[in-house]
RNA sequence: GCCGAAGUGGUGGAAUGGCAGACACGACCGCCUCAAAAGCGGUUGCCCUCUGGGCGUGUGGGUUCAACUCCCACCUUCGGCACCA
């Protein structure tokens, strides 16, 4: 007997001798391609979870594959180490920041090292370095001097009860993850980042290979909508108060204005009698909670100024009124409203009685629409009327321009002055102020005269002191730690500090550039590194991340391109004759979600079981499914929810009963009709995240310890559509497990006895080519879970071809050297020892990958199927490549074709070439579908 | 409400418009064993009048010689946005 595969007895071993040999260290060669590859970095929350695992080791296996086919492959790891929760055990447990965030990174890497990737250790990053985030620092003074970062009242997301500002992706439906307090709109200076000076090239993906629902989430998220600003007059105060509008065409049937709450000239035209109930609302409307903001099906409320308009077009007076459902936030704060086309403002309109006029006359409607007996707004296509100059002008329901009467109405407002083509973003400015201390601070010094001033470059880094003390006040300690908060400004005079910190999106947005050269003291990158291995070639994570850290890193990679930090980098890669055009646009040209691992939870269900118990067993003979919990007094039996089912054995309800279904038993469930069987009965339909309050956390660490890593990686691949994710199961690790194991056997056992069977060696040799490029094709698409299939295959058929001792010495060496290195990038430690045990030099991740043979592959025999009527009916053996008069010939002339005919002609023969031919013969008149 | 994604055996999942269910898990039958586990061999979409045939990829239509795949409508689930002017 031969020794079994024991995976302990290999992993850390060759996990150390790749590290000692150095073998995964990625060093600029300008002779070979450049294939970066990257995985988002984790945060270091303390372990990590399968869901890492889930992402890092199947773009581990596709980078591996790169480099095997001949690419110089960088694959480098970090830490994105700054954020609240070091923050939180700081102030709940009294451990500093500083000493949670690397006591948990030394964790994560030695559990990352554990998966057997092939990360370059040397090129490792972690943001709350001051290392790092000196350049996090540098890069806030580069987008300061060159316009794109500015201070500015902003309304933000306040939480009374942290007393603290939240960034939006801690908000969530209106209250705050920790607490699940609600959290108020409140009006602070802030420090923000101009996006939206890109708006339009962010909208542009032509560089891009993204998935499309990411590229349609920023696009939404960007909301770029063309229309027009209008100037209306106040009569009483002759101020312009200018609205932003998408049917500039309707500007007729303007009836009213309404402003935010929180616009500016509201104070200014609101009238001595309307002041204090503008005042109340206005009070009103600032503590209202997200909450109550959002609540759907809610009345419109609102308050008339006193004030009014004068229409720009007609000269009408119209009322100016506030109104919550007009956001500060968007657009101009201000609106004209359109009662007649814009549901919202028709049920203001009717809330309060004010006046609506059509404006657009439906297509196919003869009349003009009687307001009052409308029933909600018309915004379809039609032609206007009551429009004066646009009147018999069509709106075709197109945005913009595309409608004639809204390029007309557009026209009429530029030629006399009173509106202008406006283009409005949703995206707003990126605010990145944190009132925290665990972040990168931001370099800047507020000096006495109430100006600020950057930190001199020679400063940088400002660093995070370390002797601060963590109170649950909700406050940032930075605010009262004075040796931080004292300096001096560049005049000598004494100054204070920036307290807020930077978003940890920050540092996330220009990780990939660090990676280049980690330790570099004297930039931000090495420029020689950037021009060989930029931009990043594929990119893999969650998709979570789609308008947040993928929108801000496109950001980040222009802006650096237009304030000239890639210069030196553009130099140095026209020295070595490589074309710079469009490479610093876009941070990551191939982008690739994966899904998640998610945990299984049981909601199945509800049965009631009949029969006789045997101890604790019930055998039953009637099991029938009942709506949750409607179970008949006095019931004798089991009853509860379906928990888990194995074959015929159910386990019902919270202490696992055990009912044996009898194969003649009786099985009712009303939902599916017919004679229904066990099988149909279903457990765990709910699925859940994993999280620790469930229960259902796996442990990789535990995995690993039972399985090994190579067998963990090969189960994740092929279990799980990767982009698609799905609950977790162990029970299917059995099949990557035998695989490795079949495959362990097969070259341990070693060279077979006998000559072999030349015909069986060659079909061997097929199979292995056509297996090289079904896993070609699979990894080419993350296909990963195919890619081991394919392999699974294969070695089903060798093994089968060895056990019939048809394969001799020779072509079994030759077999094993293609098989493990075709393994090598899914399972590296089991590939490395067998490798190395053939005998065959150090190492197999350093051998070129196995290069498809057409020839090889080609089959000389195929089946031709024969189809009638499009139904396959059967096959007849031919060979490869035969020619469509042959092919058809042969199938008409076949039993099964003669018998259809019937002595009639057939309709149409149409013959399909390929690998696999097929001849369809259509008969009959009619068919029967 | 708007935008997007996905619905395939008992389960995970395969299928450039061309033999649906590859590859696995589970189950069943058999071998081995005192026995169990492991291992090995076989069967496994459903149904029927079973050397054959019918039906099958969420539902209903359509295009095509041929549809899981393309088009239209609908249902369900998941994700994102949400008084966006």
């Known amino acids: 007997m031969t020794e079994s595969y024991q995976h302990k007895a290999i992993e850390k071993r060759w996990q150390d001798q790749w590290e000692e040999t150095s073998l995964y260290r990625s060093v600029v060669d300008w002779s070979k391609p450049k294939h970066y590859a990257l995985t988002m970095l984790p945060y270091p929350s303390g372990d990590l979870h399968i869901g890492h695992w889930f992402a890092m080791t199947p773009s581990d296996a596709r980078a591996r594959w790169m480099r095997m086919r001949g690419y110089n492959v960088m694959f480098p790891m970090g830490f994105d180490a700054f954020g609240l929760p070091a923050e939180q055990a700081a102030i709940s447990r009294n451990i500093h920041p500083w000493k949670w965030t690397y006591a948990n990174i030394e964790r994560m890497q030695k559990q990352m090292r554990s998966m057997g990737a092939m990360f370059d250790w040397e090129r490792e990053a972690i943001s709350c370095t001051p290392e790092y985030y000196k350049w996090t620092e540098w890069f806030f003074k580069v987008f300061y001097e060159n316009g794109l970062a500015y201070r500015d009242e902003a309304l933000v997301n306040w939480s009374e009860a942290l007393q603290t500002v939240l960034a939006n992706e801690q908000v969530i439906d209106g209250k705050d993850e920790r607490l699940g307090q609600p959290v108020i709109q409140k009006l602070m200076t802030q420090w923000f980042f101009k996006i939206t000076d890109y708006a339009d090239e962010l909208l542009n993906f032509d560089e891009l290979d993204w998935p499309e629902p990411i590229k349609i989430m920023q696009t939404n998220w960007i909301g770029r909508s063309e229309g027009a600003k209008v100037s209306f007059k106040v009569a009483s105060t002759d101020d312009d108060i200018v609205v932003f509008t998408t049917r500039p065409d309707t500007l007729w049937g303007a009836t009213f204005m309404v402003l935010a709450p929180e616009h500016s000239l509201v104070d200014k035209i609101t009238t001595d009698d309307q002041r204090a109930a503008i005042n109340a609302y206005r009070d009103a409307a600032a503590s209202a909670t997200e909450i109550e903001r959002l609540s759907e099906d809610r009345e419109k409320s609102g308050v008339f100024t006193g004030a009014y308009a004068i229409n720009p077009v007609n000269q009408k007076q119209i009322p100016i009124w506030i ?230 890193t496109r950001f980040f990679t222009k802006a650096l391109r237009d304030t000239g930090v890639f210069d030196e980098a553009i130099k140095v890669m026209k020295r070595e004759g490589r074309d710079p055009a469009g490479l610093f ?200 879970n195919k890619a081991i299939a394919d392999q699974m295959k294969f070695k089903n058929f060798f093994k089968a071809a060895l056990q019939a001792g048809d394969v001799g010495p020779d072509a079994w060496a030759a077999t094993v050297g293609v098989m493990l290195r075709l393994m090598a990038p899914f399972t590296p430690h089991v590939a490395e020892e067998l490798w190395a045990r053939m005998g065959w030099d150090y190492s197999v991740h350093q051998q070129p990958w196995p290069e498809y043979d057409e020839e090889k592959a080609a089959e000389s025999e195929v089946p031709l199927v024969i189809m009638i009527n499009g139904k396959p009916r059967g096959t007849i053996t031919v060979a490869a490549g035969i020619a469509q008069a042959d092919a058809e010939k042969l199938v008409l002339a076949s039993e099964k074709v003669q018998s259809a005919l019937n002595g009639d002609t057939p309709n149409r023969v149409i013959f399909i070439p390929g690998d696999e031919p097929k001849v369809n013969i259509v008969v009959g008149g009619k068919k029967k579908k």
């Open 323 to 552: 109104a919550d459902y007009v956001m500060i936030s968007y657009g101009t704060g201000a609106i004209m409203a359109v009662p007649y086309g814009d549901q919202r403002d028709f049920e203001f309109a009717r809330h309060f009685g004010l006046e609506i006029v059509a404006v657009v006359q439906p297509d196919g409607v003869d009349e003009i629409p009687v307001p009052d007996e409308m029933d909600e707004a018309y915004a379809g296509p039609g032609t206007m009327v009551n429009s004066g100059p646009l009147d018999g002008i069509a709106h075709n329901g197109e945005k913009g321009r595309k409608s004639p009467a809204i390029a007309s109405a557009i026209d009429y407002l530029e030629e006399r002055g009173i509106g202008e083509e406006t283009v409005n973003y949703r995206l707003r400015d990126w605010l990145i102020s944190r009132q925290r201390y665990w972040g990168s601070p931001i370099p800047m010094i507020h000096r006495q005269d109430g100006t600020v001033e950057p930190v001199p470059d020679s400063d940088l880094p400002v660093e995070l002191p370390e002797d601060v003390e963590f109170m649950p006040t909700g406050r940032s300690p930075l605010t009262y730690h004075q040796p931080f908060l004292n300096t001096v400004d560049s005049d000598g005079n004494p100054a204070r500090r920036e307290t807020d910190t930077m978003d940890t999106f920050m540092c996330s947005s220009w990780y990939q550039l660090r990676y280049l050269s980690p330790h570099e003291q004297e930039e931000p990158f090495s420029a020689e590194e950037a021009a060989y291995w930029l931009p990043v070639d594929v990119y893999t994570g969650g998709a979570e991340h789609a308008v947040m850290h993928l929108l801000y």
């Open 585 to 784: 646009d876009e941070p990551m040209t191939v982008l690739r979600n994966q899904g998640q691992v998610l945990g299984g939870e049981r909601l199945g269900d509800y049965v009631l079981c009949s029969g006789q118990f045997s101890g604790d067993k019930l055998m039953a003979d009637r099991v029938e499914v009942v709506e949750w919990a409607d179970v008949p007094a006095g019931f004798q039996g089991v009853t509860g929810e379906l928990m888990k089912r194995v074959e015929g054995t159910l386990f019902v309800g919270p202490d696992n009963s055990i009912v044996e279904v009898k194969p003649d038993a009786e099985i009712i469930i009303p939902a599916i009709e017919g004679t229904n069987n066990v099988n149909q009965l279903k457990h765990h339909l709910e699925i859940q995240r994993m999280s620790k309050s469930k229960g259902n956390v796996v442990n990789p660490d535990e995995l690993v310890d039972k399985y090994g890593a190579d067998t963990v990686r090969a189960y994740l691949m092929f279990n799980f559509d990767w982009q698609k994710g799905g609950p977790w199961n162990e029970n299917n690790i059995k099949g990557p497990s035998g695989w490795i194991s079949d495959v362990w056997d097969i070259v341990v056992a070693g060279t077979p006895e006998g000559a072999g069977n030349p015909d069986v060696e060659r079909d061997v040799e097929r199979k292995l080519h056509q297996t090289i490029n079904e896993i070609d094709n699979s990894l080419e698409k993350f296909s990963f």
